[in-house]
């Protein structure tokens, strides 16, 4: 039996859980928030803020395969994650930094 080692670094791993799209968090008037694996929203460093619209968690990966494992992981849950924009017409980000920039920190 073989055993597939990570493609990351466990310091590149360690970031990537950090700015790594995992949740998004999504409002009834189609803007939502982009979290990290930790639940923090990223860009903001918070685990918290407040809201008064009902709100829909929507993840990116499972904790099966993680996108900070491989480089397949990472570009199926870059796929899911435009995706899930895509088809649920979710319209403004709330993060206060761009979704590509988020992209390009990992």
Do not use: W
């Not at 409002?27 to 990290?36: A, M, R, T």
């Amino acid at each position: 039996m073989s055993y597939d080692r990570p493609h990351f670094s466990k310091k590149k791993q360690m970031h990537m859980r950090s700015f790594f799209p995992y949740v998004i968090r999504a409002y009834e008037d189609g803007s939502y928030y982009v979290l990290n694996r930790y639940y923090e929203y990223i860009g903001l460093g918070v685990k918290h803020v407040p809201h008064t619209m009902k709100q829909t968690d929507h993840y990116t990966f499972n904790d099966g395969c993680p996108p900070f494992y491989s480089k397949t992981n990472f570009k199926l849950a870059k796929k899911k994650f435009y995706d899930l924009i895509a088809d649920n017409n979710f319209n403004v980000c709330l993060n206060p930094i761009n979704i590509e920039e988020i992209f390009n920190l990992v």
